[in-house]
């Protein structure tokens, strides 16, 4: 393993991305973000327009400008332009994730060290509008991923899919975009399949897709499946346990067919690929950011064979495994 090139100067900018990420997250809170996906203004219309101190709007614009997020042109700013479209309303959206992404910053500060330290890291209920949050920004960032997922893979001849833990189904609505014979069975729990159901009405997936309320660990999966989904599904499980969803999963395919796992990517050792080890921290002592070897080993102990992998980009990567029998 090569050696670390941090040097001082480096690890002082580190320590300040506490400020940056605070930054992006109350720059979409506020709606500063939203308005320069919008159109240019200046700190002074931006500020007057959103109801904000002038002098902290222009400092927070010079700042979003450094970080790459904004660009200027004399005294307007403006959202980068390979950017802006993901702070406007619609299915690109990433503002409503801003939000969750706050709420992490807290938990985190007031939680990490005292875990280190061997107390447990408390999980709180969610109150009915953290639940709803927490739905936005899940679907704000997964129906995102669940396209290009959908782009990525050869999904000719897969006419009956699976989606595990599949929450509101936007990783089976873009299957069934993308393949108009595929249909989809999504399993989450009772909460999430009564609004995730609801939600579907209007959106041209009725009959494709249906809900199965229950627990990926025990409720039954049924059969036959082309293709069964573990989509940011592994992270959230102990070794014994994504060892035992993936048996789980490969019992319900057809011959022929796969099981696809999407999730964060990691290195053999996991400690060389930044955003896999901070995820991996994020999933305490319950789950983890499981290398390629591991989750292969499971698709092998489940007797799958002709292993596929593909990069989403430099975080995120599809791990598929075939039942010949």
Known sequence: MPESTLDLDGFQRLLWGFASHRIVTVGGRTGILRLLAERPVTPE??????GLDPLATNKMLRALTALGIADAEGDHYRAARQLAPHFLPGDRDVVPFLEHSHSMYESWGATLEPWLR?????????????????????RAMGAQMARRVAAALDLDGIERMLDVGG???????????????????VLDTPVVVERAAAELDGSGFEGRIEFLAGDYLETAYGSAFDLVLLANVLHQETADRARDLVRRSAEALAPGGRIVVVDFAIDDEQRRHLLGALFAINMRSFGDTWTEPAIRGWMEDAGLTSFERMDLGPDRWILTGTRLD
């Open 118 to 138: 061997g107390e447990a890291w408390p999980v709180a209920e969610r109150t009915p509008e953290e639940k709803s949050r927490f739905g936005a920004a899940m």
């Open 167 to 185: 929450g509101w189904g936007h990783f089976a609505k873009a299957f069934c975009a993308a393949n108009p014979h595929i249909s989809a069975v």
């Open 45 to 50: 219309m931006a500020a007057s327009e959103l």
